[in-house]
């Protein structure tokens, strides 16, 4: 079992760039999180889904930010346009029921 | 709307002590509640799954206890180690949402 993989796992863009950030969740797992981590707000629920499809998108900011899981094996979080406060380490997290495993996330700078 | 807290914030302790990291939170109605732990610059592990209808969970050297009347737990670490250096997460499902408190900084010093 290889874990949740998200790529990538550093991203330096500049502002107004578009970004688009990757997990492929746990063989089985049938449930999906995104989350944003920063010191200053801690961890977020951006969005998650459940069979593929998104439940609760109350956690995500703006609507520069959007999420697609085209199927079981596979999600992406988008931000178009970016900006420097978007700037964190985005982490992914699949579930079957029981704990939450996480990937080992992404740190976004936008400068 | 569920809020966590963990309390202390930081905690520098020397080796071999026994301690204590508390967590409450707003809203009883739970699903269950997990603590992890996060190095850093990596992703969260998994430490103890409670559910909603259990008390405590044991592995190894840790034990969390869950009071969910109160909105508390605890995360108990016996003889702790240089090893055990991190930030530790307390986080509650609720309605299929998995809130996080914001974490207890622990380092035990050799």
């Known amino acids: 079992d290889a874990g949740v993989i998200q790529s990538p796992r550093h991203e330096v863009t500049e502002m107004g760039q578009e970004v688009t950030l990757r997990c492929k969740p746990i063989?089985?797992?049938?449930?999906l999180f995104w989350y944003r981590q920063t010191m200053m707000r801690g961890l977020e629920l951006l969005i998650y889904?459940?069979?593929?499809?998104?439940?609760?998108d109350s956690g995500m900011p703006e609507d520069r930010f959007s999420a697609k899981m085209p199927n079981a094996s596979f999600s992406t979080l988008k931000i178009q346009p970016s900006e420097p406060r978007d700037s964190a380490v985005y982490f992914c997290?699949?579930?079957?029921?029981?704990?939450?495993?996480f990937g080992n996330g992404t740190r976004l700078t936008v400068t | 709307k569920q809020e966590v807290t963990q309390i202390p914030a930081a905690l520098s302790v020397p080796e071999g002590e026994n301690l204590v990291l508390n967590c409450s939170f707003t809203?009883?109605?739970?699903?269950?509640l997990q603590w992890f732990r996060q190095d850093p610059g990596k992703g969260l592990t998994s430490l103890l799954l409670?559910?909603?209808?259990?008390r405590e969970q044991t592995s190894g050297r840790l034990n969390a206890s869950l009071d969910k009347s109160s909105g508390r737990s605890t995360l108990y670490i016996a003889a702790s180690q240089p090893g055990d250096s991190a930030t530790y997460l307390c986080a509650v499902m609720s309605t299929d949402k998995l809130i996080f408190g914001t974490g207890t900084r622990l380092q035990v010093f050799p």
């Open positions: 063989s089985g797992h049938n449930s």
């Open positions: 409670i559910q909603s209808s259990q």
């Open positions: 889904f459940n069979n593929n499809v998104p439940i609760d």
């Open positions: 809203d009883s109605a739970i699903y269950n």
């Open positions: 997290a699949s579930r079957a029921g029981g704990s939450l495993h």
